[in-house]
């Protein structure tokens, strides 16, 4: 019994491991809303995770405006985790409506990408990065905070 529960709370440990200042992130590749791919290097210098329709639409309103190509630009991607929507609203409805965005959106669709970096639901977790490492990390609940957090990086 001891045996058991020790290699449970081992096990725990391990699945409730928070990505820490100077780790390197685990490679990953997604596909975006034309279905192009794009995996994880060493240029990355922000990534933006929104776990929820809220999260992308706080994303959104911090980008309007902004021209084509400003996350990339800073050298920054943006993931949305739609592991919960429906797949055939995801299908019919929402990638189609994403294709009308000036910005790259990487689909999460079984939610294996933004599952590693702890964050709320709500907001908008950002990962600066330098050469793979984490450097800072924080959250974003407000569209006008977070385009001057973007409007601080320099293209």
Request: proline share 5%; net charge neutral; hydrophobic share 45%.
């Amino acid at each position: 019994m001891r045996i058991c529960l020790g290699l449970m709370l081992c096990l725990l440990a391990t699945l409730g491991h928070a990505l820490e200042v100077g780790e390197r992130l685990a490679p990953w590749t997604l596909l975006d809303q034309y279905e192009q791919p794009y995996s994880l290097d060493d240029g990355l210098q922000l990534l933006l995770v929104a776990r929820s329709m809220d999260g992308a639409k706080l994303l959104k309103a911090a980008l309007e405006g902004r021209p084509k190509g400003y996350l990339e630009a800073r050298h920054g991607v943006f993931v949305a985790d739609i592991s919960r929507m429906p797949s055939l609203v995801s299908s019919l409805f929402a990638v189609p409506a994403m294709r009308d965005y000036n910005y790259r959106v990487l689909l999460d669709r079984e939610s294996r990408v933004a599952s590693r970096y702890p964050g709320s639901e709500s907001g908008v977790l950002w990962l600066r990065l330098d050469h793979g490492k984490l450097i800072e990390s924080k959250e974003f609940s407000d569209a006008a905070a977070l385009r001057a957090a973007l409007e601080s990086i320099a293209p």
